[in-house]
């Protein structure tokens, strides 16, 4: 079966310190991974994809077959990264769905 | 770019009343979902769509119904509110091809007493 698990509900750092998300998957096949954040009341936006093996606001994601994970990663948190984090599994599909996990509130502490 | 847009941004209804959320896209997206999302429940799918003319049921359907007779509008409704349909909707839209990301609108908080 398809599934996402981010087993944190919630995590607390301090400013400066390193943060790490995690993201586990269950999917035959080639699974297409993203990250998204929600900031206070806001509508959801796309932080990383896994095919783009970008770096966006000083946020990197490795997929890790292996393990079936995709782990967010930020070296450096900064108060401004307070939000809510989902990772998201694409369906490959026709429906072309979004499998989504329970999220991970993300507080950083100055 | 407006990208995805909803309306209402907030309603309160009474129980048993009825209404429409309006979610329109301006991308020429293929694929449309409405969600809801509650606390610790992450996002659960209500219904989507996989072009014009096209529904089918999500996790959540009961109790909503949708339409798309337009491919950039995606409806969905409530046809005899209750309190558990209290939540924030969202919707979303979705382009063809691998990696390809949902954009969202801004939601749409609805409170049934």
């Known amino acids: 079966a398809q599934r996402v698990t981010q087993p944190e509900k919630l995590l607390s750092v301090f400013k400066g310190a390193p943060v790490e998300l995690k993201c586990n998957y269950s999917?035959?096949?080639?699974?297409?991974l993203f990250w998204y954040v929600q900031y206070s009341r806001q509508r959801l936006q796309l932080l990383l994809r896994?095919?783009?093996?970008?770096s966006i606001k000083g946020f990197t994601a490795d997929l890790n077959k292996g393990e079936t994970s995709f782990h967010l990663k930020k070296p450096f948190a900064q108060e401004e990264d307070s939000a809510m984090y989902y990772c998201a599994l694409g369906d490959a599909g026709n429906n072309r769905k979004l499998i989504w996990g329970l999220g991970t509130s993300l507080a950083v502490n100055p | 770019n407006a990208g995805v847009t909803q309306t209402p941004k907030f309603r309160v209804l009474k129980t048993g009343q009825s209404m429409t959320l309006l979610c329109a896209q301006d991308?020429?997206?293929?694929?449309m979902y409405w969600y809801r999302q509650d606390p610790g429940m992450g996002l659960r799918l209500i219904h989507y769509s996989v072009g014009e003319g096209t529904t089918a049921k999500g996790e959540v359907p009961d109790g909503y119904n949708v339409s798309r007779l337009k491919k950039q509008n995606f409806l969905l409704g409530l046809e005899s509110a209750a309190p558990s349909q209290t939540s924030v909707y969202f919707c979303?839209?979705?382009?063809?091809?691998?990696?390809?990301?949902?954009?969202f609108g801004q939601g749409t908080r609805l409170t049934v007493v």
């Open positions: 999917y035959s096949g080639s699974p297409e």
């Open positions: 979303a839209s979705r382009g063809t091809g691998r990696g390809t990301e949902a954009f």
């Open positions: 991308m020429n997206h293929e694929y």
């Open positions: 896994h095919i783009s093996r970008e």
